[in-house]
């Protein structure tokens, strides 16, 4: 009886620490989940930082020709921002030779107070040239998807915000046609604790939406958490990070996009957004080594950076590498990794973005 009492005493205990601060309940609870006691791989490559991002670029994308489109500044419930500023876009010419980033003008009706940009995908229309630009934003914390179409050389114009009830916690999205896409939901309940609970007791409840002007439905379930998502160059594959179950997830696209489960592939990392190189099909994801040290930020022993590609994931033996590890104190918190023509961008969620040599 004694025994009975005390223990409920420990659980009380551990449930009124977890009410009040999120990163000691990982710690208490799910350190397997959190990666903590993980110590971060170091991988050197010869990086600078990109001129003008200085509050994070989340997620990061690329054309074929080169064209880069960055989100920066946002701001996500319980993680750190060193500003307070509205977040913005940015494109970066990966051909030209001064390769600085250039903040993106948005024209059009979007309320730019309170734009806060998370993860992005862009659609070329092979039929007209027009490029389309789908970004998550977060304005309060809501979560909606706002399509821009790209004009001119450093504009945005905004054809269309997107709300759905099925949208409730948008991470990332991959745009599959002009107003068509796939979305991860990255959070099962709003409430804070309540959310904490699922990640505790290992619930996996988060999915994955698709979205057209005449139908949205939930397509895949079963995540922990899905972060970031991506497609294959062929357009048959979509890739999802469950980021707390240390893995991708590969789904085929069948007709009527319905997704069919393939497999798993297990990167032993709490992997954030999904690029595909286009010309090979690789993989590459920008990641976090340790999820206690991302949540709790100590700028004296900040959050690490780490970069993972995966070669011949539709094989029997795919190949899982390091390509860049480093302890936060070149770049913190890396969230995306996009190569291209032998150099590599990587951003980060709240500190700076790198270009790297490979
Ligand atoms: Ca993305
Ligand atoms: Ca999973
Ligand atoms: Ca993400």
């Avoid at 945005?156 to 107003?179: C, Q, R, Y």
């Avoid at 309540?194 to 995540?223: K, N």
Wanted: proline residues 4%; charged residues 20%; glycine residues 6%.
């Amino acid at each position: 009886m004694q025994m009975v009492a005390n223990n409920n005493r420990v659980w009380y205990t551990l449930i009124v620490l977890c009410l009040q601060n999120m990163f000691v309940c990982l710690c208490c609870f799910r350190r397997d989940i959190s990666l903590a006691s993980r110590e971060i791989p170091v991988k050197r490559l010869n990086c600078q930082y990109l001129k003008n991002i200085d509050y994070g670029a989340e997620d990061i994308t690329i054309l074929k020709d080169g064209l880069a489109f960055l989100s920066t500044g946002l701001k996500y419930p319980g993680l750190h921002s060193f500003s307070d500023e509205p977040g913005k876009m940015y494109v970066l010419d990966l051909l030209h030779p001064k390769m600085t980033p250039v903040e993106l003008q948005i024209k059009g009706q979007l309320d730019l107070s309170s734009f806060n940009p998370h993860g992005i995908s862009v659609y070329e229309d092979e039929a007209d040239d027009s490029i389309y630009v789908f970004v998550v934003n977060h304005p309060e914390h809501k979560s909606q998807v706002e399509i821009f179409r790209f004009v001119e050389e450093d504009t945005l114009m905004h054809l269309k915000t997107i709300t759905h009830p099925l949208l409730h916690s948008v991470n990332d999205i991959v745009a599959v046609g002009a107003e068509h896409f796939y979305a991860t939901n990255d959070r099962y309940f709003h409430h804070e604790a309540l959310q904490l609970l699922t990640f505790m007791f290992d619930l996996s409840w988060c999915d994955v939406v698709y979205y057209s002007p005449h139908e949205v439905r939930v397509v895949a379930g079963g995540f922990k958490s899905a972060n970031g998502i991506n497609i294959s160059p062929d357009r048959q594959y979509i890739y999802v990070s469950d980021i707390m179950d240390h893995e991708i997830d590969i789904f085929r696209r069948n007709e009527g996009e319905q997704l069919a489960y393939v497999k798993s592939v297990a990167v032993g990392s709490l992997c954030d957004n999904i690029e595909v190189d286009h010309r090979t099909g690789d993989i590459w994801l920008g990641c976090h080594p340790n999820g206690l040290k991302l949540l709790k930020f100590d700028p004296e022993d900040p959050p690490g950076s780490e970069v993972i590609r995966i070669k011949n994931i539709h094989s029997e033996r795919p190949v899982v590498s390091l390509e860049y590890g480093d302890d936060g104190r070149q770049l913190i918190a890396s969230t995306v990794a996009v190569p291209y023509e032998g150099k590599l961008l990587i951003g980060s969620v709240f500190h700076k973005a790198l270009l790297c040599i490979l």
